[in-house]
């Protein structure tokens, strides 16, 4: 199984700040990787797909990058409703499998 | 409007049998690969099943091969997941996703249901 990791286990960013989530695989897995956002007690929300493609109706402010084992999703200024634990997943074998999560908060 | 409506959970004993049913709407459910993922209460999300358009193809995470079985109706524009022979380590929220394009994210999910495995 592909392994997924994610640093930090949390951050706390001001209102403004640019705020950056890295994600690692064990092994490579081209663009086959997405990001969600998960605001307390709701369901997940898709934000990128394909390592850097942003879904419709996500905010211009997040991108992501990265390619084979490393990939970032990036919050360009951080805003009030941004709070919330962001996951990566892989897709390019089963078993799909996500990452542990980042706490965003704001300070 | 897309939308997904998980039911049937509550609370099971280990060993019992419960089915998870979801309820697609605002797309033809035909077109899609669909997936069940869980998070089990204050941790990470996990990805435990999913199916092909015509059901011809099914994966599972190893931790419920055997134990749980994914299904869908078409016609009836819905999705399942029989859990058989439930174990407190299966106590989670479950939700239903809709896989969408070449990448297979997630394009859309259900709000979840919670199953609780409890004697």
């Known amino acids: 199984d592909i392994q997924m990791t994610q640093s930090p286990s949390s951050v706390s960013a001001s209102v403004g700040d640019r705020v950056s989530i890295t994600c690692w695989a064990s092994?490579?897995?081209?663009?086959?990787l997405a990001w969600y956002q998960q605001k307390a007690g709701k369901a997940p929300k898709l934000l990128i797909y394909?390592?850097?493609n942003l879904q419709s109706g996500v905010p211009s402010r997040f991108s992501g990058v990265g390619s084979g084992t490393y990939f970032t999703l990036t919050i360009s200024s951080l805003q009030p409703e941004d709070v919330a634990t962001y996951y990566c997943?892989?897709?390019?074998?089963?078993?799909?499998?996500f990452g542990p999560g980042t706490k965003v908060e704001i300070k | 409007e897309v939308q997904l409506v998980e039911s049937g959970g509550g609370l099971v004993q280990p060993g019992g049998s419960r089915r998870l049913s979801c309820a697609a709407s605002?797309?033809?459910?035909?077109?899609?690969?669909m997936s069940w993922v869980r998070q089990a209460p204050g941790k990470g999300l996990e990805w435990v099943a999913n199916?092909?358009?015509?059901?011809?193809?099914?994966y599972y995470v190893d931790s419920v091969k055997g134990r749980f079985t994914i299904s869908r109706d078409n016609a009836k524009n819905s999705l399942y997941l029989h859990m058989n022979g439930p174990r407190p380590e299966d106590t989670a929220v479950y939700y239903c996703?809709?896989?969408?394009?070449?990448?297979?994210?997630?394009?859309?999910w259900g709000q979840g249901t919670l199953v609780t495995v409890s004697s």
């Open positions: 996703a809709r896989g969408s394009g070449y990448y297979q994210s997630f394009d859309y």
């Open positions: 605002g797309f033809a459910l035909s077109n899609f690969w």
């Open positions: 199916i092909k358009q015509d059901g011809s193809d099914k």
């Open positions: 092994q490579g897995i081209t663009t086959w």
């Open positions: 394909g390592a850097s």
């Open positions: 997943q892989q897709a390019n074998s089963i078993p799909f499998t």
